[in-house]
């Protein structure tokens, strides 16, 4: 199946090459935040993979598995921006880089994964009044997409605890993304005041 | 389980939502997209459950993803051959600007009815010495109004539909012209038949409560009965067609012809109650619709152009609409003054 996707993109078919995107773009945003925290230079290193991808259709060797490919060329491609930047922080060699990534927290990961500046003050205010179980049970929950059996298990703890845990940090986070949603409601009110 | 209760953490903690959201099992999408279209009251918390779900996930957020998604369009858009830069969107104004000439020739024509009916009734009234006052009452896009005629009878007029009728009513007969779209709750008055003229189509009662349904521009006439029976002739058909209570009339211009079938009042009626119903309707459906409620524009600027939506609102706002529609396309909308971009 994926040849076949490849195979269309080749002759140009931009759906497919669209259906690729969509199917892989939330996996590849995740994975690249892995390799770099930083979620305005993933987007780009996406974006970017994709635009040559498309210039170079004609050129793309025989692709079976589309995951393994893009995870792969994405990795690349934001380690070579990496080296790119230049600032000391950055220029490590690639294995050292990754070294570097694996050492981040998930909480680094989150915050780092937020663009603005205020939303990443926010966030680590937050963060902080977690109680390290509930961050290590939302880690185990949703970064590594685990049942709350699974949770359960890996803690030692009841499944029932598990839920509790994430239901009670998700209540502190809400709190936080309030914020953003209610900047979101005040636009509408605004748009009904002048268009209704 | 009793999902009415349940706020965005509760949403976010649930484990069938999240694989919902993350599309990772089919038995659970369709369970959340058919609950949610249940319950567009919740849209809010849905979103920030959503949101939360794509914050510890490190997952865009879905208005991030679709700005992503639209450059990569820009993209692909800006290099390609100019011959493929068709849309929906084109074809859809195109279709809108023709139909706005089927309304003009209809309002053309109807301007000369009104001035033969005119010149008719003064030939009339001049030898009764009593001239009858004509007033028109029209609706534009988003707009209902009710016009209470002189015998008790009530006439609710959808948008974009036009109602002429007599100040007050004079002679053998009740006589009124419309074009678009009316349901009208009528005085019993056995003595003098109540007439509705559309196009071609005449439509005489006793006293009843029926939907005239003529938008200009349509090939399609009809009359729907909710109470009493009323009478149908077209111009050019020799005999008449007698209806019944939950029946309605189809008049094709195109066969000439009557067709007689049932119908479902909550659809037909819908409007006049300000409730939108969907039924598995394509975006020109969903479009048409919104514009003749509401006065707004649709554009679809989105990678989506075959649409099957349905839905029902009563008494919604648009925006309330389409909201619910963005989020079970997945889609997003910008607002224009009175148009409102799908991307």
């Known amino acids: 199946m994926d040849t076949e996707i490849w195979e269309k993109i080749r002759q140009g078919d931009k759906d497919a090459f669209m259906q690729l995107y969509q199917g892989q773009y939330q996996q590849l945003f995740t994975f690249g935040c892995r390799v770099h925290a930083n979620r305005e230079l993933v987007k780009d290193c996406i974006h970017e993979m994709f635009c040559e991808i498309w210039n170079g259709r004609q050129n793309v060797q025989q692709v079976s598995n589309s995951r393994a490919y893009l995870f792969t060329y994405l990795k690349r491609k934001i380690l070579k921006e990496l080296q790119k930047v230049g600032s000391p922080q950055h220029a490590l060699a690639p294995e050292q880089l990754e070294q570097h990534t694996h050492e981040l927290s998930y909480e680094d990961l989150l915050i780092g994964s937020q663009a603005d500046e205020e939303v990443r003050a926010k966030l680590q205010k937050v963060l902080q009044k977690l109680t390290k179980t509930q961050l290590e049970v939302i880690r185990l929950k949703y970064y590594e997409s685990l049942s709350y059996e699974e949770v359960a298990t890996a803690l030692q703890i009841q499944p029932r605890t598990a839920y509790n845990q994430v239901y009670e940090a998700l209540k502190l986070l809400r709190k936080y993304m309030r914020v953003i949603v209610l900047l979101g409601v005040g636009a509408q009110d605004f748009f009904q005041k002048f268009f209704l | ?343």
């Open chain 2, 1 to 343: 389980m009793d999902y009415s209760l349940y706020r965005a953490e509760d949403f976010a903690a649930d484990e069938s939502f999240i694989s919902y959201h993350l599309g990772t099992d089919p038995a659970a999408v369709a369970f959340w997209e058919s609950w949610i279209s249940h319950h567009p009251e919740k849209l809010d918390e849905i979103l920030t459950a959503e949101h939360l779900v794509d914050l510890l996930h490190l997952r865009l957020t879905q208005a991030e993803a679709a700005e992503e998604r639209n450059r990569m369009l820009d993209f692909l858009q800006d290099t390609e051959e100019p011959r493929l830069a068709t849309d929906g969107d084109t074809r859809y104004n195109t279709e809108r600007s023709s139909r706005n000439i089927g309304r003009w020739v209809s309002v053309l024509v109807i301007c000369a009815v009104l001035l033969l009916a005119f010149l008719g009734i003064r030939r009339y009234t001049v030898r009764e010495k009593a001239p009858v006052e004509w007033l028109s009452s029209s609706n534009p896009a988003g707009k209902r109004s009710i016009i209470q005629l002189s015998d008790g009878s009530t006439v609710t007029l959808n948008a974009n539909s036009t109602l002429f009728y007599p100040k007050v009513f004079r002679g053998d007969t009740r006589e009124l012209m419309l074009t678009g779209e009316a349901f009208f709750e009528v005085a019993k008055n056995p003595q003098r038949p109540f007439i509705v003229r559309t196009g071609k189509l005449t439509t005489t009662v006793l006293g009843t409560k029926f939907n005239v349904s003529a938008a200009s521009g349509s090939p399609k006439t009809q009359v729907a009965l909710v109470e009493g029976s009323v009478k149908i002739k077209a111009d050019q058909l020799k005999g008449e067609v007698i209806l019944h209570p939950s029946q309605q009339v189809t008049y094709s211009e195109k066969d000439n012809s009557l067709t007689t079938s049932a119908f479902a009042a909550e659809e037909v009626l819908a409007w006049k109650n300000g409730t939108l119903i969907f039924k598995e309707a394509s975006f020109q459906e969903v479009a048409e619709k919104l514009y003749q409620t509401y006065g707004i524009t649709l554009k679809n600027h989105s990678p989506k152009q075959v649409w099957s939506y349905s839905g029902k609102f009563e008494k919604a706002d648009y925006l309330t609409v389409i909201k619910s529609i963005c989020y079970a396309k997945r889609l997003t909308y910008t607002v224009e003054r009175d148009t409102v971009i799908i991307r």
